[in-house]
């Protein structure tokens, strides 16, 4: 769990350096450095998305992830408890903090590094990819706080109950999980995060975190696929 502690201090710190200097820092260059962040989240859903390797998974993972999701209302729920805690902080904008924990929780959460990452820690021990994670989350936290205020702080809560409870999952099934199984999953969270890139340089109002089921349907449904395959061909 050290590799989750030191991402969350990290966001934290992130966050609060970006809150402080948040009126020193022209908007002109925050709305630029959120278009930077936008565009590089964009070619990382690309990347991790390229490790699929069965199309099929990816179709059905997301349908039913996503179905699941909106009948769930996952996203609708994020925002209830985002404006819930942010009403506790007096001057802040609670949409514009609601807006930036979704993103803040999705950009630290969904993705390669978070999920092969958490195996690394589950598995082995090695935290080497969840610190290196870290030290792209603090400047990632302090461009969105600079932005979105204390919603992004509040994200760090989110980070250690999520990438912990990867970590303990994987260190109980982590050698049961194939690499088509990780690849599958990676590429699911990584069409998520495209999804958010694009949110984030406004294209986009996609509610990305429905799609988050579909991280989890996708292993599931690998096995039951590639064996399908093999008995048709």
Same mark, same amino acid.
Not at 48 to 66: C, E, F, R
């Given at each position: 769990?050290?590799?989750?502690?030191?991402?969350?201090?990290?966001?934290?710190?992130?966050?609060?350096?970006?809150?402080?200097?948040?009126? %020193? !820092?022209?908007?002109? %260059?925050?709305?630029?450095?959120?278009?930077?962040? #936008?565009?590089?989240?964009?070619?990382?859903?690309?990347?991790?998305?390229?490790? #699929?390797?069965?199309?099929?998974?990816? !179709?059905?993972?997301?349908?039913?992830?996503?179905?699941?999701?909106?009948? %769930?209302?996952?996203?609708?729920?994020?925002?209830?408890?985002?404006?819930? $805690?942010?009403?506790?902080?007096? =001057?802040?904008?609670?949409?514009?903090?609601?807006?930036?924990?979704?993103?803040?929780?999705?950009?630290?959460?969904?993705?390669?590094?978070?999920?092969?990452?958490?195996? @690394? $820690?589950?598995?082995?021990?090695?935290?080497?990819?969840? !610190?290196?994670?870290?030290?792209?989350?603090?400047?990632?936290?302090?461009?969105?706080?600079?932005?979105?205020?204390?919603?992004?702080?509040?994200?760090?809560?989110?980070?250690?109950?999520? @990438? =912990?409870?990867?970590?303990?999952? $994987?260190?109980?099934?982590?050698?049961?999980?194939?690499?088509?199984? @990780?690849?599958?999953?990676?590429?699911?969270?990584?069409?998520?995060?495209?999804? %958010?890139?694009?949110?984030?340089?406004?294209?986009?109002?996609?509610?990305?975190?429905?799609?988050?089921?579909?991280?989890?349907?996708?292993?599931?449904?690998?096995?039951?696929?590639?064996?399908?395959?093999?008995?048709?061909?």
């Amino acid at each position: 769990m050290l590799g989750v502690l030191i991402n969350c201090i990290t966001v934290i710190i992130g966050s609060i350096v970006g809150m402080i200097f948040k009126n %020193l !820092i022209p908007k002109r %260059l925050t709305d630029g450095i959120m278009v930077a962040i #936008g565009l590089c989240t964009i070619y990382i859903g690309i990347d991790g998305a390229l490790k #699929g390797d069965n199309t099929l998974v990816l !179709i059905l993972s997301m349908a039913i992830g996503t179905a699941i999701g909106f009948l %769930l209302d996952i996203d609708g729920k994020i925002n209830k408890f985002a404006d819930f $805690a942010t009403r506790r902080f007096k =001057g802040n904008d609670t949409s514009s903090a609601s807006e930036g924990f979704v993103t803040a929780c999705l950009i630290f959460c969904v993705g390669a590094m978070t999920l092969v990452g958490s195996i @690394q $820690a589950g598995v082995s021990g090695d935290n080497t990819m969840l !610190i290196t994670k870290a030290m792209l989350d603090l400047v990632s936290s302090l461009a969105l706080a600079s932005t979105f205020g204390v919603g992004v702080l509040l994200s760090s809560a989110f980070v250690f109950v999520f @990438q =912990g409870a990867l970590v303990l999952i $994987a260190s109980f099934a982590g050698d049961f999980l194939s690499v088509s199984m @990780q690849n599958e999953m990676i590429c699911a969270g990584s069409v998520m995060i495209i999804g %958010l890139g694009l949110n984030i340089i406004g294209v986009t109002k996609i509610k990305v975190a429905n799609f988050i089921p579909a991280m989890f349907i996708a292993p599931a449904i690998t096995p039951l696929l590639n064996k399908f395959i093999e008995i048709i061909m």
